[in-house]
């Protein structure tokens, strides 16, 4: 039975509060939402959560880690391979990053179950995270957060089995972003 053996979120300690980006635009707002701090980016937050899920395994017994993020600090560096290294994992750990698409963290979800599933790993950590921006005065800029969550998806010690997943493919066009634009549309 495979699923998911340790699991752990992380959020930022800052807030901002709605009614205070509502005075800024003229606009209401209730609640607020968790903003990541001056050092803090998809990546770091996808390691505290990473430190959280393993703090009770032997990173020795996770075989892969897939990180995940439509804000992956680094255009050309593989962000999985550097939360290997500062989680000490061996250098034959296979990593893999996924991004471009807010489908990115159930396909690395999905990638994981099959490879445990399919007997070419044992355990597989899936770290994702983002820090997505919505244009200001936007209404995206009121809904956006940022956070994180670490995924240890294994066949031994399940707390939560995966027993089916179902996908789908459909062209959505309302939600984009090109790679020259720092604010979602």
């Not at 992380?10 to 003229?26: F, K, Q, V």
């Not at 255009?75 to 991004?99: H, R």
């Not at 963290?105 to 044992?122: E, I, P, W």
Request: aromatic share 8%; net charge negative.
């Amino acid at each position: 039975m495979t699923g998911i053996v340790s699991y752990a979120p992380y959020l930022p300690l800052y807030r901002l509060s709605r009614a205070e980006i509502g005075r800024a635009w003229g606009t209401g707002g209730k609640g607020e939402k968790a903003v990541a701090a001056h050092d803090e980016d998809s990546l770091t937050m996808a390691v505290a959560a990473a430190q959280a899920c393993l703090k009770k395994v032997d990173t020795a017994r996770v075989d892969a880690l897939f990180f995940a993020s439509t804000t992956a600090p680094y255009m050309e560096k593989q962000c999985a391979a550097t939360i290997a290294a500062v989680l000490n994992m061996p250098t034959s750990t296979y990593t893999c990053d996924f991004g471009g698409s807010l489908r990115c963290g159930t396909n690395a979800l999905r990638a994981a179950v099959d490879a445990v599933n399919a007997g070419s790993a044992r355990n597989v950590l899936v770290c994702i995270a983002d820090c997505r921006l919505g244009m200001p005065n936007g209404g995206n800029e009121m809904a956006f957060g940022d956070g994180a969550a670490a995924y240890l998806i294994g066949s031994e010690g399940v707390v939560a089995s995966i027993d089916s997943m179902y996908t789908m493919s459909d062209e959505i066009i309302d939600v984009f972003r090109s790679d020259r634009e720092r604010y979602v549309k």
